[in-house]
């Protein structure tokens, strides 16, 4: 099994900045793609970006595309989120999520940390 767990949200207004980190414990021997999603409060969980494990290949989703970057510290079991230039329509709940496949759904996910973009 894989444990993930999220931390860095909180409250930032427009323009500024966050940083979440997601830390993997357990089998992360086993994995292949980390991914980030995010969930407005009454909407679906939508798709952020992704990465390797190895830290290659990051890849994003139109709406965040400039603005985030994904990176990863294998040393530290850690996947990282920047978030620059934020907008109020960023605000969700965001999880990290891991998957030993190259393709398809993700196994593990984290519990997901708060990101409030004030206007």
């Known amino acids: 099994q894989v444990q993930l767990v999220e931390s860095g949200g909180g409250l930032v207004q427009a323009g500024g900045s966050l940083r979440l980190s997601c830390e993997a414990s357990?089998?992360?021997?086993?994995?292949?793609?980390m991914g980030w999603f995010r969930q407005a409060p009454g909407k679906e969980r939508l798709f952020v970006g992704g990465?390797?494990?190895?830290?290659?290949?990051?890849y994003y989703d139109e709406s965040v595309k400039g603005r985030f970057t994904i990176s990863n510290d294998n040393a530290k079991n850690t996947v990282y989120l920047q978030m620059n230039s934020l907008k109020p329509e960023d605000t969700a709940v965001y999880y990290c999520?891991?998957?030993?496949?190259?393709?398809?759904?993700?196994?593990?996910w984290g519990q997901g940390t708060q990101v409030t973009v004030s206007s």
């Open positions: 999520a891991a998957t030993p496949s190259a393709g398809g759904e993700y196994d593990y």
């Open positions: 990465i390797r494990w190895s830290g290659a290949g990051a």
């Open positions: 357990g089998r992360t021997y086993i994995l292949y793609r």
